[in-house]
């Protein structure tokens, strides 16, 4: 095969390797074919042979120009940019830049005809007997055995390649119970495998599962600053989403979810968007069959909070719930319910209550606590005015009293709380706590939230016939309205802003 054909092909294998038939027929790959492999292993052996030109932190000549021959294929071939931006992000000449370029499709065609072959498959032990029952409890919401039968596996698990994978289950049913100290010990223990040399081909991965671990703690402490900056920290040192495959794959999208979930939450709906659309590119190589529902609530919830298109959230939040009743995932499916519930209850009272007391009937047995929490409190607005006042009074004592409640679901729960004394009447009561939380939210960085609590304050002073300071309330909060409020709050905003004759918040 000539230079050229090497090149044409190289370059095809990385433009091609979703398309499964084009992949097979590559000259390059061929070989493969008596391996029987299947498309996903294939597509991580292109990858594999891309990581192979990266030399990592070595900092020689060679190793410098081998990096740059492997970052221009990545950015051309895979990102597909210019080759006129690539060149100048690089600072290289047009004709170095295409010197470098062959030779890096040189380098990556020799290095996609090198099969390594595939991990021998682990052997089926009497330990794995306690892994399946861990993952069982797990889908079952028993967190709390969950974490002692973890515990109790990883005493025969050091050096495994499991280990990791044990203790990010351990971390994550520590959180749902609600003991934070316990999740901490696991995330140190993570992060002390990631050090240790046992297994460094699971490095990254490791460190996916640190980071996942560490963002969801700080998440539901309300710490979005620190959150949010280890995602996109690790997001960008993990390189390309493109690039990854298998369990690193599947950690990345989970990453990029809760990316998109605490973008939400602070109303950055340009951030969400884009967070969610980075975790479609790889939802199809997930190994979390479900992996779909994730972001069709995702899309779901941007619909109706950011856009306000209910038709769009119904039709996304549908498609979460079937994909979760298709495989069974029983958190998933109650997320799913209540939220389908929320987005239909308008246009459909019986349909939309039944979503939701039907998910927060699964919620509360396989939800952690805190998960719980905000789901059930995220109904209550809608619920108002189809229950009385101290049913939800006394929803919201029972989910206070299962388990002291994270900062974020108490300030969720909070609101709650101010939401319903406007709707008992208790004006004065509603505004002082809708003002209260409102600061406190927006401390937090729970922009869309704290919208809502101000939104509820003015209302409460228009009831209390306090004209002036209802407007001087949605004036001072229209900033936080217009750019974080979510669609309904914008509306109700609005329709208040009109009853006090305020144009600029309308």
Known sequence: MTDRELIANARSALHEMDDERSLRRNPLLTYLDRHALGHDRLRAHVLRALERLDPGSRADLASER????????????????????????????RRQFYRDRRLALIAFAAALREY??????????????????????????????VWRESVRALHDLRGDPREAEVWTVAAEAARFFGNARKSQE????????????????????TALRTAICETALDWMQADFAKARSRVERVVRSCGDERTTYGRDATLFGIL????????????????????????????????VEYASSYLHRLRGRLALQCDGDVSRAAMELRDALDV??????LAPIACSSVELGLATIASEERAG????????????????????????????PAMLAHTTTESALEGVEVVRARSPLFRRADLFTRLAESAI????????????????????????????????????????????????AARRTLRRASETIERFGGAPTRARAATLGACLALPAAQ
């Open 353 to 380: 209550l039944d979503y939701i007391r039907y998910g927060l009937a699964i919620g509360r047995d396989v939800c952690g606590y805190d998960d719980f929490a905000v789901l059930f409190i995220n109904t209550v």
């Open 66 to 93: 081998r990096g740059r021959q492997h970052t221009i294929l990545l950015r051309c071939d895979v990102q597909r940019k210019t080759h006129q931006a690539v060149a100048a992000s690089l600072g290289l000449s």
């Open 256 to 287: 990029l979810n809760y990316g998109a979930w605490m973008a939400i939450d602070v109303g950055d709906w340009a951030a969400a968007t884009e967070f969610t659309r980075r975790s479609e590119r790889i939802a199809a190589r997930s190994e």
């Open 186 to 205: 696991a995330i140190d223990a993570l992060r002390a495998i990631a050090e240790r040399a046992e297994h460094p081909h699971l490095r990254r991965a």
């Open 116 to 145: 390594r072959g595939t991990p021998a498959p682990v052997t089926t032990e009497p330990r794995d007997v306690r892994l399946l029952y861990i993952k069982t409890l797990r889908e079952r919401g028993k967190y709390d055995a």
């Open 421 to 468: 004394s406007l709707a008992a009447g208790r004006n004065e009561a509603a505004a002082r706590s809708g003002a209260e939380v409102a600061r406190e939210l927006e401390r937090a960085s729970l922009r869309p939230a704290a919208a809502e609590a101000h939104v509820i304050s003015a209302e409460a002073l228009l009831r209390e016939r306090r004209v002036v």
């Open 324 to 329: 979760a009743d298709a495989h069974n995932a």
